[in-house]
């Protein structure tokens, strides 16, 4: 089974500027759900969707954004960059919520997107 | 609010002896905890986690942890270390149904080096 599949995996953008990131869950997962991970903030969760509807939101200004699919893919979207915005952006998708559907409660990271802001 | 504390940035240990990465955390209500291990440009790999039951759980690679409710603690356990072990481990929590499984608090990790 393939696993979680993002990207680009690397990208270079500038102050300003703003960027789409994709993410592909593993099949038959219904849940996606992204992380920031920066040396300074560490991981930090952004938000997560399930059914093509946000559920729950992390502590980030509103030029993060996202959305959901009806095939479960996500993206996410950063506008109007800033340095700060430097990290490396994993998502993580799980069967479901809650536990049931199988779900134990494990997430299942990609390799992540990581954008550099010049 | 939830918070984890790691409170070791690095752990060294030399191969084949056991090794203890420590792991506090803050949650109200019951928590859910994961441990993830990352290597160098990677995504995170779980693994293992406590969701209820017995205080030792067991997880892949031969890792362990132990939930101890008093302390609040969930250090994560190796008895006897490998050079491949060698990565970026981090804890975390979750409030489970009243705050998301899925929305996982981390702590900053702790580098794990281990040497011939």
């Known amino acids: 089974k393939a696993g979680v599949t993002q990207t680009p995996r690397y990208l270079i953008k500038t102050r300003g500027q703003q960027v789409t990131l994709s993410c592909s869950p593993i099949?038959?997962?219904?849940?996606v759900s992204w992380y920031q991970q920066t040396p300074g903030q560490g991981l930090q969760f952004l938000f997560e969707?399930?059914?093509?509807?946000?559920?729950n939101k992390g502590n980030f200004p509103g030029r993060f954004s996202g959305r959901q699919f009806s095939n479960s893919r996500s993206e996410m979207n950063v506008s109007t960059l800033e340095l700060g915005d430097s990290a490396l952006y994993l998502c993580?998708?799980?069967?479901?919520?809650?536990?049931?559907?199988?779900?134990?409660?494990?997430?299942?990271f990609g390799e992540g997107s990581r954008l550099t802001v010049l | 609010a939830q918070s984890v504390a790691q409170p070791e940035d690095q752990v060294n240990v030399a191969e084949g002896n056991p090794l203890t990465v420590k792991c506090t955390y803050s949650v109200s209500g019951n928590p859910y905890l994961f441990w993830y291990v990352q290597y160098p440009n990677r995504g995170l790999q779980f693994l293992l986690k406590y969701i209820t039951g017995d205080n030792l759980v067991k997880g892949s690679y031969g890792f362990e942890a132990e939930f101890n409710k008093s302390q609040t603690s969930f250090h994560l356990k190796k008895p006897s270390a490998l050079v491949s072990d060698s990565a970026l481990y981090f804890c975390a929590v979750s409030r489970g149904f009243s705050g998301g499984y899925n929305k996982l608090i981390f702590g900053a990790g702790t580098r794990l080096a281990v040497h011939p």
């Open positions: 993580a998708s799980s069967l479901a919520r809650g536990l049931e559907r199988g779900h134990t409660g494990e997430l299942f």
């Open positions: 099949s038959g997962h219904r849940s």
């Open positions: 969707y399930f059914s093509e509807t946000q559920r």
